[in-house]
Every structure is written in C-alpha cells, then in structure tokens.
C-alpha cells in the first residue's frame, strides 16, 4: 500500500486493447465492430472500394459528395477480410486512443497535524513531468476531498465540477481519434436491430417484409404474439401488417447507418441525402465469397489410402480437390 503524501497511480489497463501506440476499450471496440460490420453494407463504401480497384466504368454515376467516402475509405480501407486483418492492417490508427490511457491519480494528503503542502507541490510537478506528459497532456483537475465525506456525496461534487467544464477540456487525448462514436446515450440495442434487420433481408432474398422483421427478431412483442399457437387469422394478419411496417423502417434506418458510415458518421440514420440504393445482389454475392473464404479447405482423413480434400466451388457446392491428384496419366 502506498503510503501517505506519497503519488498514487491507478493502473486501469486490464479492459484496454494496445497495438503499437494506440489504445481503445472493449466497450469502444464492441462499438467499432458495428461500424464495421454497416459499411460492408454500404453502397457507397463499395463505389469507393471498387474506384480505388480501377473497377469502375466511366459512366457509373456517383453520389455528389463521393469525395467524403473516398477520404474515408482512404483511411479505413477494404472491410471484405477479416475484422482482425482489418484492424492491424491501419484501421487502429484511427478509431484508437493516443498517449497512455489517462487514470486518477492521488497527489498526496494534507491535515492540521500533518499539512505536507510542500509534498503536494513536490507531486504536483513530479505528475507534470511524468504521468501528465505521457498521458498526453489533457485538462486535468486539481480538487481538496475531505476524505470523510460519504463516496456517493465525492462522487457527485466532483461530477459537478467537471459539468463546468466544456467539451473541448474534455478529450481524452490531444491524439484523439479520428473517427469517434457520434452521439451519447446511443439505443445500441436498436443499432443491433437495424443491423439484423439487414442480415435477414440479405439471408432471405425472397421473404416478406414481416418473415424478415420475424427473422431479425425485430420486435420481441410481435415474435411472441405469431408464435402464439391457434391465434385466430384475422389477429395473425394484423400482426403481420404490423411487423410488415416496423421492418420497413428498421431495413431503411440501416441502409441510412450504413450509409452515414460511409461517411464517418456513426451510428446515425438520420437521413443521408446523398445515399445510394443499397444493391442486395451485391451484398449476397459478398457474404457467400466470406462464408466460404472463413470455411476454408476441410480435409476428412478417411484412411491412408484415401484422403478427400473437400472444397467448396463458387456456387457453393462440395467437391473432392484431390481427384485430380489421384488420376490417372
């Protein structure tokens, strides 16, 4: 245990990811692995992907503001590979904290008895010169707790203070990200939603509106009520008609995610005026070259004298890679 007038450092690394000299926490990751997962639904990401490949033709008409998407495909790259790929291959420069992840820290303690103001001072530029520089320099606050005070009563006198602070004074880090999460107070479990909702339509190219919104789980309430054995048709059309509705506005508020993502804005469905129509031919082609990329070569040992390497080809169907190898001149 430290002793007192001594500087405390409060080491909170454990739910910290670090690559090289960038930092970003679970929670935060949780919500770039959303970011990431919408602009592989993004038609406008894709215009930006296929024009950095020489891919697109002369005549491809463009959102007005392609420019934006291009800058920030520029900097986040391709999101057909891996999220791990992805990430280690830049993207954490930009999404990840700069400087060593800021931590409270206690520069001493002074009483009638025991003052120890020259300590403090002494402290004081001890953290200037080490912990505050490393920490990148932030705004900090000095503050006298009387330490009798109940935690609930610190907790919120030194809430106040801080609420006097404006935003600026509150970055994390003079090497902040790029791209940040927009907004607080975020309905994620909506974002997640909207996300599913996608998902679905893409798994199931010819379903309805509800068998989508079913699907996806869209609405707790309305899954319960069609899965209710001998509901009378009329009730189970009107639920239907019901779900039929709130899909069609969770498929477009994630085409306007995706889309604002694109952007980097996220996550936000306000609407994207210059939005392109998401392309689901597009989209599916996509995720079946993923799944069988992730599935990989599958070797069935089936005795030493005949070893079957089984693959998938592009339309999805299993075949024997080594019956080449085992015919005949």
């Not at 030194?158 to 107070?185: C, F, H, M």
Request: with cysteine; charged share 30%; net charge neutral.
């Amino acid at each position: 245990m430290a002793k007192r007038g001594k500087a405390r450092w409060i080491d909170s690394e454990p739910d910290v990811i670090r690559h090289g000299d960038r930092w970003i926490t679970f929670g935060v990751m949780k919500q770039v692995a959303a970011w990431f997962e919408f602009l592989r639904f993004s038609p406008s990401y894709e215009l930006a992907r296929r024009h950095r490949a020489g891919e697109l033709s002369p005549d491809t008409s463009l959102p007005r503001d392609f420019g934006t998407v291009l800058a920030v495909y520029d900097d986040l790259g391709d999101v057909s590979r891996e999220m791990t790929d992805w990430w280690l291959d830049g993207a954490y420069r930009h999404f990840g904290q700069g400087g060593k992840r800021p931590n409270v820290v206690g520069l001493g303690t002074a009483s009638s008895g025991n003052p120890e103001f020259e300590r403090i001072t002494t402290n004081v530029e001890r953290y200037r010169q080490t912990e505050w520089v490393e920490q990148g320099e932030r705004t900090v606050m000095v503050v006298a707790i009387p330490i009798g005070l109940p935690k609930a009563q610190i907790a919120k006198q030194v809430a106040l203070l801080v609420e006097e602070y404006p935003e600026v004074d509150r970055i994390l880090s003079p090497q902040a990200p790029k791209y940040q999460i927009t907004g607080k107070k975020l309905d994620w479990d909506s974002i997640y939603r909207y996300r599913r909702c996608l998902d679905a339509k893409a798994d199931m190219a010819d379903a309805t509106l509800w068998q989508i919104g079913f699907r996806a789980n869209l609405s707790s309430t309305y899954t319960k009520l069609l899965n209710t054995p001998n509901e009378p048709p009329p009730k189970q059309a009107e639920y239907r008609q019901a779900l039929k509705i709130l899909t069609s506005r969770g498929l477009n508020r994630g085409h306007m995610i995706a889309e604002n993502a694109a952007r980097g804005i996220f996550p936000k469905y306000s609407v994207c005026q210059e939005a392109v129509p998401l392309d689901w031919d597009r989209i599916r082609r996509q995720r079946e070259i993923r799944a069988i990329d992730e599935i990989g070569d599958i070797e069935l040992d089936a005795g030493p004298e005949f070893d079957p390497i089984w693959k998938q080809d592009s339309h999805g169907n299993w075949f024997d890679a080594s019956a080449e190898a085992r015919e005949e001149p």
